[in-house]
C-alpha cells in the first residue's frame, strides 16, 4: 500500500433498519450481521465515523425524474402499518422514501468526505440498495440509485471529470447503466451472471451520445468464479480504467457472486472478491491519490455478506487479513477467452 495507515470514513445509520420486510431476500438482517461483524472484528474504532444526511431533491433530480420523487413523497403519507409493492421483487413502507434519502445522503456524504480530505477511502453500509433503481421506478429492492447520485454530485458539484464506476454485484446495476449511458464523465464497469435478472448489460451496450464506449458490460454465464474475475479484471477492467485516469472510484459492491449464495449461481470465492477489492485499492492509489468509495449494493447469505463486508474493512484500512470461513467454490470457472478476446475488441484494449 502507498500509505501505510490510510484514513477511512465509515458512513451509516441505525435507521437503516427501519425500512423492513421479514422473510425478504433483502431484509435488516443484512446490514445488522455486517455491524456486528465488524464490531466483533474491532474495526469500528479504526475507521471515521461519519453521520450521514438525507439527500436533498438537487442531487436526486440528476438522476431520478421528478415526477419518482413525488410518488415517493405520497408514499410517505401512507398508513405506516402497511407495505407496499412497487415492482414484483421491490416493497416499501412509508417509511421507506425517508431511509432511501438517507442511503442516497450516506452515497453523497462519502464524497464529501474523501474531496474535503476528511479521509482517503471510504465504506458506505446503507439500504435500500441503489444499482436497478431507474429514473423513474423503483426496481429490484431498490428506490434511489446510490451510486449514480454519488458519481454525479463528484461531477456537479466537484468539477470532476472522471469517476470510475465498478459493479461486481452478480446481477447487471442497469439503473446505474441508465443513468450514465449517455455521460462522459463515468466509465462504468460490470461483471454480472447473465442470462440473469434484469436481463440488461450485454456486450453491445457500450453508451450513446457523449458517453459511448465508457460503458463496459462484461456478461458471464453461470459458473464463472475467481479466475474469471480475476482475468476480467486484469485484461479489461485495469487498462481501461488506466486509459480513463479516474479521479475517484465507485464501486458497487454485492456479494451475491458467491458460490453459496441462494440467489445466483456464480462461483465467487471471499478470497476472490478480496483480491478484486485490493485490485481497485491498488488502482486508486496509482490513479487518484487513494480516493475510493465501496457501497454496499447485494449478498444474501448473511454470514458470506457480513464476512465480505469486514474483509473490505481490512482491505481499505490497509490490512493483509482476509477471513474466508467458507473456503474455494466446487468448481473451477469455465473457459472465459471468447468473452476476454470480443471485450478486448470492442472497446480497443491490447489483446491478452
Avoid: K
Amino acid at each position: 500500500m502507498s500509505d501505510p495507515s490510510p484514513r477511512v470514513a465509515y458512513l451509516t445509520h441505525p435507521r437503516f433498519v427501519e425500512h423492513d420486510h421479514p422473510g425478504h431476500a433483502e431484509n435488516a438482517h443484512r446490514i445488522r450481521a455486517c455491524w456486528r461483524e465488524l464490531a466483533e472484528g474491532g474495526l469500528l474504532p479504526r475507521m471515521i465515523a461519519i453521520t450521514p444526511e438525507p439527500a436533498q431533491d438537487g442531487d436526486l433530480l440528476r438522476t431520478h425524474e421528478e415526477s419518482y420523487l413525488q410518488q415517493l413523497d405520497l408514499l410517505a403519507q401512507q398508513d405506516p402499518t402497511r407495505r407496499f409493492l412497487l415492482d414484483a421483487d421491490t416493497y416499501a413502507s412509508a417509511v421507506s422514501p425517508t431511509i432511501a434519502r438517507l442511503a442516497a445522503g450516506a452515497a453523497i456524504g462519502a464524497v464529501e468526505a474523501l474531496q474535503h480530505d476528511r479521509a482517503q477511502r471510504a465504506l458506505v453500509l446503507a439500504r435500500p440498495p441503489g444499482h436497478h433503481a431507474r429514473p423513474m421506478t423503483a426496481m429490484g429492492f431498490c428506490l434511489l440509485g446510490n451510486v449514480a447520485i454519488a458519481a454525479l454530485h463528484a461531477v456537479a458539484e466537484w468539477g470532476l471529470e472522471r469517476v470510475l464506476v465498478v459493479d461486481y454485484d452478480v446481477h447487471h446495476g442497469n439503473g446505474t447503466q441508465e443513468m450514465l449511458y449517455e455521460n462522459a464523465n463515468a466509465l462504468f464497469f460490470s461483471v454480472h451472471q447473465s442470462p440473469f435478472y434484469p436481463g440488461t448489460g450485454l456486450l453491445h451496450e457500450i453508451g450513446a451520445g457523449r458517453g459511448r464506449g465508457t460503458t463496459i458490460n462484461a456478461p458471464l454465464p453461470p459458473g464463472h468464479g475467481d479466475d474469471s474475475y480475476r482475468r476480467l479484471m486484469d485484461t479489461v477492467l485495469l487498462p481501461a480504467a488506466r486509459r480513463f485516469e479516474p479521479q475517484l472510484v465507485l464501486v458497487s459492491a454485492g456479494f451475491d457472486a458467491h458460490w453459496q449464495d441462494p440467489l445466483a449461481r456464480m462461483n465467487l470465492s471471499l478470497r476472490g472478491y478480496d483480491e478484486m477489492a485490493r485490485s481497485l485499492i491498488h488502482l486508486a492509489d496509482e490513479c487518484c491519490q487513494g480516493r475510493i468509495i465501496f457501497f454496499l449494493e447485494g449478498g444474501y447469505d448473511t454470514r458470506v455478506l457480513a464476512s465480505g463486508v469486514r474483509n473490505l474493512a481490512h482491505a481499505l484500512l490497509g490490512d493483509e487479513e482476509c477471513h474466508d470461513p467458507f473456503g474455494p467454490p466446487p468448481q473451477a470457472s469455465p473457459a472465459i477467452d471468447s468473452l476476454l478476446r470480443s471485450l478486448c475488441q470492442i472497446h480497443e484494449l491490447p489483446a491478452s
